[in-house]
């Protein structure tokens, strides 16, 4: 028997896993993070994971933890949500990137402060932490390095959000439905007497988009095409990603697309869909889970690479740089690559590593 402390969202996924890991036998403690610090909402609350419906979620967490006979604790990390990730996600759209803060939110707060506060002021120490994500961890044979595989149902994994989480953090989480599917979830969550079992996914990052996040004056510049002549006119680069067409406001000839952001002159460049497709990029701040940070000057690694959460890993050469970069050169072009984006490695359904794409 272990002490397990159980990440709940109020969501289906996080109650399942603290019923099996109940159920098993374990010493189960359910924990809530407190991260909202917005303002109320005046009208309907969609499901985000930043937004004002928090205080509804705290509550159904904890009467799914009565309801399983497990002791709940709320966790108050405001401050280190809006300065780790909320600030982040704003600076990185106002410099024409296109960030993914589920993946900071990991990294930082979800596996980072909170564990330490559990480990500290809170007074919860705990063996596992464990969460719904959709995910499995290993060990690998050779090396005795901790890692993480795919989700047996492709279609539900999480890994890409878990790329940058360290050995010492690995040693101790734990997912207990990576073998398992959102039926097949729902039916146990069904079957317990769950009053959450049909509740909907959550769809956003955070509540009135990723707009209210930057919460940003408009900031007019030029839209121009790839020769630099102005074409039409923008209210602000932090409203745009590469590869984005609806909304630019240029018509006329073929399709055209986001191609570029330039911060520095306020520029958004746009062209036709030809010219969205790369073949490189480089990665900064690179973590390297399932091996050791290999030394510069190692050959190309033959992995599979994302992009974007929602792309297919796609196989690429993977050649270790100076500190923690990375190059990146795929053996086919490439749609849309984003800076801010992270790309993230595999190996089969082992995840190798990740970085944020610089450019």
């Known amino acids: 028997m272990k002490r397990v402390v159980v990440g709940m969202s109020g969501g289906v996924d996080s109650s399942v896993a603290a019923l099996l890991m109940r159920n098993q036998g374990h010493e189960v403690i359910g924990v809530t993070m407190s991260i909202y610090s917005g ?15 928090e205080p509804g979620d705290i509550a159904q967490a904890a009467e799914i933890c009565a309801r399983l006979g497990i002791p709940h604790h709320v966790i108050d990390l405001k401050g280190e949500y809006r300065s780790m990730v ?103 969550a069904r079957a317990a007497g769950l009053v959450n079992h049909d509740r909907p996914e959550s769809q956003d990052f955070a509540f009135g988009g990723y707009k209210a996040v930057v919460n940003a004056p408009e900031n007019p510049g030029p839209i121009t095409d790839g ?69 510069q000057g190692t050959g190309p690694l033959r992995l599979q690479v994302k992009i974007r959460y929602r792309n297919p890993a796609v196989p690429a050469l993977v050649t270790p740089g100076a500190g923690s970069a990375a190059r990146v050169t795929f053996d086919e072009p490439q749609r849309a690559i984003a800076r801010g984006q992270w790309a993230v490695f595999y190996d089969g359904d082992i995840l190798v590593g990740g970085g944020a794409i610089a450019e």
């Open 86 to 188: 909320l600030d982040y996600a704003r600076e990185e759209y106002l410099d024409g990137r296109t960030p993914n803060p589920c993946v900071l939110c990991n990294q930082k707060v979800k596996f980072g402060m909170l564990l330490d506060r559990l480990d500290g002021t809170a007074g919860l120490g705990f063996d596992l932490f464990v969460t719904g994500h959709y995910a499995r961890t290993a060990v690998m044979e050779d090396t005795g390095r901790r890692a993480i595989r795919i989700a047996a149902d492709p279609a539900k994994d999480q890994s890409y959000f878990l790329c940058m989480l360290t050995q010492e953090r690995l040693a101790r989480v734990h997912f207990p439905l990576g073998d398992m599917s959102k039926p097949q979830v729902r039916e146990i």
């Open 39 to 53: 303002r109320p909402a005046d009208g309907p609350i969609p499901d985000s994971c930043y937004g004002p419906g």
């Open 227 to 295: 020769s630099g002549t102005v074409i039409g006119r923008h209210r602000g680069i932090w409203g745009y990603t590469i590869g984005q067409r609806r909304g630019l406001g240029v018509g006329g000839g073929e399709p055209l697309y986001v191609t570029g952001l330039d911060a520095r002159t306020n520029t958004v460049v746009a062209g036709p869909e030809s010219a969205l497709y790369r073949r490189e990029l480089t990665a900064l701040g690179v973590n390297w889970m399932s091996i050791a940070p290999p030394p």
